[in-house]
Antibody, heavy 123, light 106 residues
Framework: EVQLLESGGGLVQPGGSLRLSCVGS????????MSWVRQAPGKGMQWVSH????????DYADSAKGRFTISRDNSKNTLYLQMNSLRADDTAVYHC????????????????WGQGTLVSVSS | DIVLTQSPATLSLSPGGSATLSCRAS??????LAWYQQKPGQAPRLLVY???SRATGIPDRFSGSGSGTDFTFTISRVEPEDIAVYHC?????????FGQGTKLEI
């Protein structure tokens, strides 16, 4: 069964950095676009970023632009999210998610999610 | 951004009952709507995509309907294992957005 497993979360001070990782099982990892979605305590889920299967195209929510960088290493079946200049409102569980259809993320839904990793930003 | 409003926030039912969840979009999303189930401490699970297509392995007790701005998700013959938060999500127009979730209690 294909699974996604995130790691890298933790407690960080405002202004600090963290790098999240998401390892996927299965041989078709590079075929699909991937995303990060976060859920702040007591709030709904919020899309953060997409990356294409090749890694050549990316997109970010306004809240992440200029601070977060999504990337992937298909040789390691691993997705990353580099988060810099972290703020208190970045506190959330961060999930990686796989897009269902091969190709672009447009008009595409998430068919597989990881359990998430908790990021807490506090002094 | 498209705002998705889910109702009710919490739904309490007895086993065997029927649950009806609503998701309303602030502008049309055609049929580009998905529903996910999230149990405490677990990864979200895809239930329905395209507003009404069940994902692989999802029992037919779970069904979705609607198009445009008004969507319904129904769970018939509710079971204790259905305790979870149910999220709707639109993928018609970037940025993709989610509803606040409906918590199902049994």
């Amino acid at each position: 069964e294909v699974q996604l497993l995130e790691s890298g979360g933790g407690l960080v001070q405002p202004g600090g950095s963290l790098r999240l990782s998401c390892v996927g099982s299965g041989s078709t990892f590079s075929t699909y676009a991937m995303s990060w979605v976060r859920q702040a305590p007591g709030k709904g889920m919020q899309w953060v970023s997409h990356i294409s299967g090749s890694g050549g195209s990316t997109d970010y929510a306004d809240s992440a632009k200029g601070r977060f960088t999504i990337s992937r290493d298909n040789s390691k079946n691993t997705l990353y999210l580099q988060m810099n200049s972290l703020r208190a409102d970045d506190t959330a569980v961060y999930h990686c998610a796989k897009l269902a259809l091969r190709g672009s993320w447009y008009n595409n839904w998430f068919d597989l999610w990881g359990q998430g990793t908790l990021v807490s930003v506090s002094s | 951004d498209i705002v998705l409003t889910q109702s009710p926030a919490t739904l309490s039912l007895s086993p065997g009952g029927s649950a009806t969840l609503s998701c309303r979009a602030s502008q049309t999303v055609s049929s580009y709507l998905a529903w996910y189930q999230q149990k405490p401490g677990q990864a979200p699970r895809l239930l329905v995509y395209g507003a009404s297509s069940r994902a692989t392995g999802i029992p037919d007790r779970f069904s979705g309907s609607g198009s445009g701005t008004d969507f319904t998700f129904t769970i018939s013959r509710v079971e204790p294992e259905d305790i979870a938060v149910y999220h709707c999500q639109q993928y018609a127009t970037p940025p993709y957005t989610f509803g606040q979730g409906t918590k199902l209690e049994i």
